[in-house]
């Protein structure tokens, strides 16, 4: 009882820091090593693995089969890849493509997906990977046109013609050229997949890509866009690479042997776009694409392939880990497979609920004897991604960790917190055709402003790292004048409604009280005792799911310690946040500032006490 957890050993590259002070209360902090010499180009890596090993697994994907299911995985070595890569490189070149008339990708993570990404990089073109729901859940097609007419593009891909017709129809103009994986478009002409990896490559193309450098921008990736339209966000060769050499640094488990990934992250977003893509391309990885994700209908597929598949790091989101910390519990094989030679499991995006971290530690201390490192960090698109990563393996919720190999953070004090500020070579130029955003989002130091606050996890011993303490546009003021820190309320809430609550919507900006709109995860429906069809509202409304969630707002409401981080009124969300209005990405993370925005009525009336089913503390007056 009470011995030291053991964990799988896991080495830990940045273990101390360097603080220095600055005028007004500024500090900056760096680790105390340098970033050592690395790749200046992406595909420098890509020639040297097909050059060194071209039979090795660069990518899988299982065969999409017509019914929908999902077969044996179909296979791309890096010698494969590589001279896919030179063809499609030629066929793009040969179309006149360019920066400002790049390539845009529509649809989801697929073998023709990666390979015309690598085409694009080796002929020195960028390409933009565009959310999918942009096209497919989308009901007016606003953000497609948006990103369409930012990047102007001169060669448009989509995988499937029946699932993407409609979008290309509303939104594609008549004179780019659409290339389709599969199918035919009624009225327009269009160009099959089997034309570019037909192309005769020629030395023109490895021309251009010698041409290429550290500042040859390699694609735009697009924020997801809260109460602005989403911005391009330039990336460059010389940001990857150096992110990428920063990453082995911080996790020297990268560079140890290839790493094998089973990942759903979308690449349209920087963390399966460029941390996970890169990560296999520049260490000589393996990426099995997994067509699963952590929801109700996708989840088995998920777990399907980790029972067959054994990452040595493995990836996910933090509703992604509470379902498969679940399914372990009573699957042998699932929990023998994945845990028989993963390193480091890795999250992003929302808070991992404690609850939800306790259970995957005894699942695996019950099956291999020892804990597996949950390695997470910091990082933003403009970040590409990696800047901060955890410095040992005793990691709890909120840890952050210290900056990566040659970065620099700026600790800035604003409005009672600290916002984290960054500058290093991975960080980004600016945004594609939009000066004025460049300029806003970079202080007169030139470091990148991230709106992110942290504070030191112990004050007097900094190489402990840093631990999330909000964003600082989030966070507001009662009509009291209490500053209500939204980020910690957030996560104290979703770890006392876990495993039903994915996230929490803080209000009560310019109120005397602090409210909350919860969205719930599927298993809530378990608490209903209702038919399994029935509609989510009547879920949420039924006797069992209230009088549960009265539990869990009293309990709060005793953990409190004033009205800042008391949550007077709380109410459960049945309408789904809208991908249209930017209330949630493809990751499913939540967008407070959208959903403040759009649902204003909704939250004006829980503080009014107009909204039915609003739960308060008992001890409420």
Same mark, same amino acid.
């Given at each position: 009882?009470?011995?030291?957890?053991?964990?799988?050993?896991?080495?830990?590259?940045?273990?101390?820091?360097?603080?220095?002070?600055?005028?007004?209360?500024? +500090?900056?902090?760096? /680790?105390?090593?340098?970033?050592?010499?690395?790749? /200046?180009?992406?595909?420098?890596?890509?020639?040297?693995?097909?050059?060194?090993?071209?039979?090795?697994?660069?990518?899988?994907?299982?065969?999409?089969?017509?019914?929908?299911?999902?077969?044996?995985?179909?296979?791309?070595?890096?010698?494969?890849?590589?001279?896919?890569?030179?063809?499609?490189?030629?066929?793009?070149?040969?179309?006149?493509?360019?920066?400002?008339?790049?390539?845009?990708?529509?649809?989801?993570?697929?073998?023709?997906?990666?390979?015309?990404?690598?085409?694009?990089?080796?002929?020195?073109?960028?390409?933009?990977?565009?959310?999918?729901?942009?096209?497919?859940?989308?009901?007016?097609?606003?953000?497609?046109?948006?990103?369409?007419?930012?990047?102007?593009?001169?060669?448009?891909?989509?995988?499937?013609?029946?699932?993407?017709?409609?979008?290309?129809?509303?939104?594609?103009?008549?004179?780019?050229?659409?290339?389709?994986?599969?199918?035919?478009?009624?009225?327009?002409?269009?160009?099959?997949?089997?034309?570019?990896?037909?192309?005769? /490559?020629?030395?023109?193309?490895?021309?251009?890509?010698?041409?290429?450098?550290?500042?040859?921008?390699?694609?735009?990736?697009?924020?997801?866009?809260?109460?602005?339209?989403?911005?391009?966000?330039? $990336?460059?060769?010389?940001?990857?690479?150096?992110?990428?050499?920063?990453?082995?640094?911080?996790?020297?488990?990268?560079?140890?042997?290839?790493?094998?990934?089973?990942?759903?992250?979308?690449?349209?977003?920087?963390?399966?776009?460029?941390? $996970?893509?890169?990560?296999?391309?520049?260490?000589?990885?393996?990426?099995?694409?997994?067509?699963?994700?952590?929801?109700?209908?996708?989840? $088995?597929?998920?777990?399907?392939?980790?029972?067959?598949?054994?990452?040595?790091?493995?990836?996910?989101?933090?509703?992604?880990?509470?379902?498969?910390?679940?399914?372990?519990?009573?699957?042998?094989?699932?929990?023998?497979?994945?845990?028989?030679?993963?390193?480091?499991?890795?999250?992003?995006?929302?808070?991992?609920?404690?609850?939800?971290?306790?259970?995957?530690?005894?699942?695996?201390?019950?099956?291999?004897?020892?804990?597996?490192?949950?390695?997470?960090?910091?990082?933003?698109?403009?970040?590409?991604?990696? &800047?901060?990563?955890?410095?040992?393996?005793?990691?709890?919720?909120?840890?952050?960790?210290?900056?990566?190999?040659?970065?620099?953070?700026?600790?800035?004090?604003?409005?009672?917190?600290?916002?984290?500020?960054?500058?290093?070579?991975?960080?980004?130029?600016?945004?594609?055709?939009?000066? +004025?955003?460049?300029?806003?989002?970079?202080?007169?130091?030139?470091?990148?402003?991230?709106?992110?606050?942290?504070?030191?996890?112990?004050?007097?011993?900094?190489?402990?790292?840093?631990?999330?303490?909000?964003?600082?546009?989030?966070?507001?003021?009662? /009509?009291?004048?209490?500053?209500?820190?939204?980020?910690?309320?957030?996560?104290?809430?979703?770890?006392?409604?876990?495993?039903?609550?994915?996230? +929490?919507?803080?209000?009560?900006?310019?109120?005397?009280?602090?409210?909350?709109?919860?969205?719930?995860?599927?298993?809530?429906?378990?608490?209903?005792?209702?038919?399994?069809?029935?509609?989510?509202?009547?879920?949420?409304?039924?006797?069992?799911?209230?009088?549960?969630?009265?539990?869990?707002?009293?309990?709060?409401?005793?953990?409190?310690?004033?009205?800042?981080?008391?949550?007077?009124?709380?109410?459960?969300?049945?309408?789904?946040?809208?991908?249209?209005?930017?209330?949630?990405?493809?990751?499913?993370?939540?967008?407070?500032?959208?959903?403040?925005?759009?649902?204003?009525?909704?939250?004006? &009336?829980?503080?009014?006490?107009?909204?039915?089913?609003?739960?308060?503390?008992?001890?409420?007056?």
């Amino acid at each position: 009882m009470g011995s030291t957890p053991r964990y799988r050993p896991l080495a830990f590259g940045v273990t101390r820091a360097v603080l220095r002070e600055g005028p007004g209360g500024v +500090a900056y902090l760096r /680790a105390d090593q340098d970033l050592q010499p690395h790749a /200046a180009r992406m595909t420098d890596r890509l020639l040297h693995w097909a050059e060194t090993d071209p039979g090795r697994t660069f990518m899988a994907r299982r065969e999409q089969l017509a019914d929908g299911r999902t077969g044996e995985w179909q296979r791309v070595s890096y010698g494969e890849a590589l001279q896919a890569a030179r063809r499609i490189g030629q066929a793009l070149l040969d179309r006149g493509l360019s920066t400002d008339r790049p390539v845009a990708i529509l649809s989801e993570n697929s073998l023709e997906h990666a390979l015309l990404a690598l085409g694009c990089l080796y002929a020195g073109i960028p390409h933009t990977p565009v959310s999918p729901a942009y096209s497919t859940i989308s009901q007016d097609y606003d953000k497609l046109r948006h990103v369409l007419e930012t990047v102007t593009p001169g060669l448009v891909f989509a995988l499937d013609a029946a699932r993407y017709g409609r979008a290309i129809a509303a939104a594609v103009p008549a004179d780019i050229e659409v290339v389709l994986g599969q199918g035919t478009l009624e009225g327009r002409a269009t160009t099959p997949w089997a034309a570019l990896l037909a192309t005769e /490559a020629t030395p023109a193309v490895d021309a251009a890509m010698q041409a290429t450098g550290p500042d040859t921008i390699t694609k735009f990736l697009f924020t997801s866009g809260s109460t602005k339209l989403p911005k391009a966000v330039v $990336n460059t060769h010389g940001m990857w690479c150096a992110n990428q050499q920063q990453m082995r640094q911080s996790m020297p488990v990268l560079a140890e042997e290839p790493p094998v990934l089973v990942d759903w992250l979308p690449w349209n977003h920087t963390f399966g776009g460029n941390h $996970n893509v890169g990560l296999t391309i520049y260490n000589g990885g393996t990426l099995y694409i997994d067509d699963g994700k952590p929801t109700p209908a996708l989840m $088995n597929e998920t777990l399907r392939n980790l029972r067959e598949v054994a990452p040595t790091i493995y990836f996910n989101v933090p509703t992604g880990f509470e379902a498969i910390a679940h399914a372990m519990k009573a699957d042998d094989r699932l929990r023998s497979n994945l845990l028989s030679r993963v390193r480091m499991f890795f999250y992003s995006g929302a808070a991992l609920a404690q609850p939800i971290w306790d259970l995957l530690h005894e699942v695996q201390e019950a099956e291999v004897g020892e804990r597996i490192v949950m390695g997470t960090g910091l990082g933003m698109t403009e970040s590409s991604p990696f &800047a901060v990563f955890v410095t040992g393996p005793d990691v709890k919720s909120g840890h952050l960790g210290l900056p990566t190999a040659g970065m620099e953070l700026k600790l800035v004090p604003t409005e009672g917190k600290v916002e984290i500020r960054y500058k290093g070579p991975n960080i980004t130029p600016g945004y594609w055709r939009a000066p +004025a955003e460049t300029a806003e989002h970079f202080d007169e130091e030139g470091f990148f402003k991230t709106g992110d606050a942290v504070r030191f996890i112990d004050p007097q011993n900094i190489h402990l790292g840093l631990r999330f303490d909000g964003r600082i546009a989030e966070d507001f003021k009662l /009509a009291t004048g209490t500053f209500v820190s939204v980020g910690p309320l957030r996560a104290k809430i979703i770890a006392a409604g876990a495993p039903y609550v994915q996230d +929490a919507v803080i209000t009560g900006l310019n109120r005397r009280e602090v409210g909350a709109l919860l969205f719930v995860t599927p298993k809530v429906r378990q608490l209903a005792g209702l038919a399994d069809d029935a509609p989510l509202k009547a879920v949420l409304e039924s006797a069992l799911v209230q009088a549960h969630f009265q539990a869990v707002v009293d309990e709060l409401a005793a953990q409190a310690t004033g009205s800042a981080n008391r949550v007077a009124r709380l109410h459960l969300m049945h309408e789904p946040p809208s991908i249209d209005k930017g209330e949630v990405t493809d990751k499913g993370s939540i967008n407070q500032r959208a959903v403040l925005k759009h649902r204003d009525a909704m939250v004006q &009336a829980l503080h009014d006490g107009q909204l039915p089913f609003t739960l308060q503390p008992k001890d409420s007056a």
